[in-house]
């Protein structure tokens, strides 16, 4: 049986019909969905182009509600890859997220960020791949005298006193 006479069968002997999306049953009938949002979701994966092709329309249209939105999706996405790590600069102390960056301990950061993706793609592929080890948050300072100097300035001061 397929279908035209499953549905009928399904229908007679009061079987529940399944949404061809995500599988839950569909409690009012002659719908092939349980809800819109099904609907449109199977769409899209149909059409990818087409829908891909919509969406970028969407974006340049309203940009007022989308870029706030990416924002602070970005943004909570940062905070909680940097609290994982540490959520503070390891050299001095530093907390404004503003001036807090991830740092590859033993160098290497070009071809890390190569094979994972740049900008946010890197914090999304190391929430997705269990926040590896080998990385350290530090403050753009600290971070920019570790690529310069080879260390910390903090770190060297106190090297030079010791």
């Known amino acids: 049986m397929e279908g035209l006479a499953l549905e009928r069968f399904r229908r007679k002997y009061r079987m529940p019909i ?21 609907r449109s979701a199977n769409w899209q994966k149909s059409h990818p182009e087409i829908a891909n092709i919509r969406v970028k329309r969407w974006r340049n249209k309203n940009p007022k ?13 940062k905070i909680e890859v940097l609290s994982h790590y540490g959520g503070k600069c390891a050299c001095c102390g530093e907390t404004e997220l503003s001036f807090l960056e ?19 793609h890197f914090f999304h592929n190391l929430k997705k791949y269990g926040y590896p080890e080998g990385l350290q948050v ?21 090297n030079e006193k010791a």
Not at 19 to 38: H, M, R
Not at 70 to 75: I, V
Not at 104 to 113: M, Q
């Open 18 to 38: 399944k949404c061809k999306y995500c599988g839950a049953p569909i409690l009012n009938g002659g719908k092939k969905w349980c809800s819109d949002k099904c």
């Open 65 to 77: 509600w989308f870029i706030p939105y990416n924002h602070l999706k970005n943004l909570a996405l």
């Open 102 to 120: 991830l740092d590859h301990i033993n160098g290497r950061g070009n071809e890390h960020r190569r094979n994972l993706g740049g900008g946010n």
């Open 138 to 158: 530090l403050c753009a300072n600290c971070h920019c005298s570790k690529h310069f100097l080879g260390e910390c300035v903090h770190k060297k001061d106190e």
